[in-house]
């Protein structure tokens, strides 16, 4: 399974992006699949997870701004971010989580100027 996120972008505060995570592979079964991001100095984190059962979690901080969802007929994973603040700046990493194996995508550069 190989993971190639795209999307990201230089976005002014209040502005929106889409991620995108296109995924080769049969991987929209029994999984587990999100976005994390990780900004200059800080750990990685989890942004939004959703599982192939439809269970979805966010970050609070994303909350009400993010939505994640997947379209499997394009073996797809997606992520729209609204209201963009500049402490969502990071690079976003698509992730996946099948049968005991994980698998990230390569992350995507979001710049959210003040």
């Known amino acids: 399974v190989q993971l190639q996120a795209s999307g990201g972008g230089l976005v002014q505060a209040g502005g929106s992006l889409r991620l995108s995570c296109a995924a080769s592979g049969n991987i929209f079964v029994r999984n587990r699949m999100g976005w994390y991001r990780q900004a200059p100095g800080k750990e990685r984190e989890s942004v939004a997870m959703?599982?192939?059962?439809?269970?979805?979690n966010l970050r609070e901080s994303v909350r009400g701004r993010f939505a994640i969802s997947t379209d499997s007929a394009k073996n797809t994973l997606y992520l729209e971010m609204n209201n963009l603040k500049p402490e969502d700046t990071a690079v976003y990493y698509c992730?996946?989580?099948?049968?005991?194996?994980?698998?990230w995508g390569q992350g995507t550069q979001v710049t959210v100027s003040s």
């Open positions: 959703i599982t192939s059962g439809g269970s979805i």
């Open positions: 992730y996946a989580r099948q049968l005991g194996l994980e698998y």
